[in-house]
């Protein structure tokens, strides 16, 4: 599910956020839209977690959902009633605040991670800028600090429908707009969907026991895993965990390791000292290293108990 609402899902959100309006038929009235057409936008928005209903009489009552995003979209109406909502979170243009809710970007990234064209980026930032909610500097746009809200919406909004994507009974570990780590009990074979973390170390010969969970990473700008991306994972699920640092070390004792790509994919999960401790750990035979990094006999053990 695309990360998307329409100016007429946003509208009645608004409406129901008003607290003047419950039924369909008072919907259906207010928008000159039809029945069947306000129930179709209402069950879009039941799936993207924004509405609830339930029977009442003859008529079903509609009520804005419980969930976190639903919460700070409220919010966010509420520090900014003047302005148009209906323009400037419509169409392509959350898709494209994605790709600035966790920083500053270039048009290149929001091309590559919004999947609008160049021609479409410019246009909805363009718009943005002059409702102040984009800034720009030297070609790098951001969303002005005035709204960070916004930029909190997007990204739970982003994450509501990443776990969707797997079941309600899965943890979301990491996410970057349509990138996103997850830990479920269920073996997922979809497209886009890698198998990572403990499981996936077994290709390296370090086998784990992963306790009945298994670890996806979705991403659809990837047609696989790389070893490197692979540790990151591991090192992501707990990042002072000794146990995950100590088999990731045992990965790369034991394959090639391409050390300037592990670096530059780090700083995305914020994991770049950590992956330069690791360098200097193994280059010093452990005298270089953190607290919770294992020591180097316990992990010399591990390399002859591995046969690495």
């Known amino acids: 599910m ?20 419950e039924t369909i038929k008072q919907l259906s009235e207010e928008t000159e839209k039809s029945n069947p057409r306000v129930s179709s936008v209402l069950k879009d928005l039941e799936n993207k977690g924004f509405v609830d209903s339930e029977k009442k009489g003859f008529s079903k009552k509609v009520y804005l959902a419980s969930n976190k995003h639903v919460a700070i979209l ?13 323009t400037c979170l419509s169409d392509s243009a959350l898709e494209i605040l994605s790709s600035l809710a966790y920083g500053g970007s270039d048009i290149s990234y929001i091309v590559k991670y919004s999947g609008f064209s160049e021609r479409t980026v410019y246009r909805v930032l363009g718009t943005l ?45 990491w996410q970057r707009g349509k990138e996103f780590l997850v830990e479920t009990r269920e073996k997922r074979d979809e497209d886009k969907f890698f198998l990572t973390a403990y499981r996936r170390l077994s290709d390296f010969g370090i086998q784990l026991i992963s306790g009945g969970y298994w670890h996806y990473f979705h991403s659809p700008f990837i047609k696989d895993l790389k070893p490197e991306d692979v540790c990151l994972h591991t090192i992501v699920m707990d990042p002072s965990s000794t146990r995950n640092l100590l088999y990731v070390l045992l990965t790369i004792y034991r394959i090639k390791i391409d050390w300037s790509y592990l670096k530059d994919e780090s700083t995305k999960y914020g994991l770049y000292d950590t992956v330069v401790s690791l360098e200097e750990y193994l280059s010093t035979e452990g005298k270089t290293k953190k607290e919770y990094f294992p020591t180097w006999d316990e992990f010399i053990a591990k390399v002859r108990e591995y046969d690495v």
């Open 129 to 173: 800028k002059e409702r102040g909610i984009v800034i720009s500097e030297e070609g790098v746009y951001r969303i002005n600090p005035r709204f960070d809200k916004l930029s909190e919406f997007v990204m739970e909004f982003q994450s509501y429908l990443n776990v969707r994507r797997v079941s309600h009974s899965s943890t979301l570990i």
């Open 74 to 86: 409220k919010n966010l109406f509420s520090l900014h009633p003047a302005l148009d909502f209906s």
């Open 2 to 21: 695309k990360l998307r609402l329409t100016k007429l899902e946003i509208k009645i959100m608004q409406m129901l956020m008003s607290g003047s309006y």
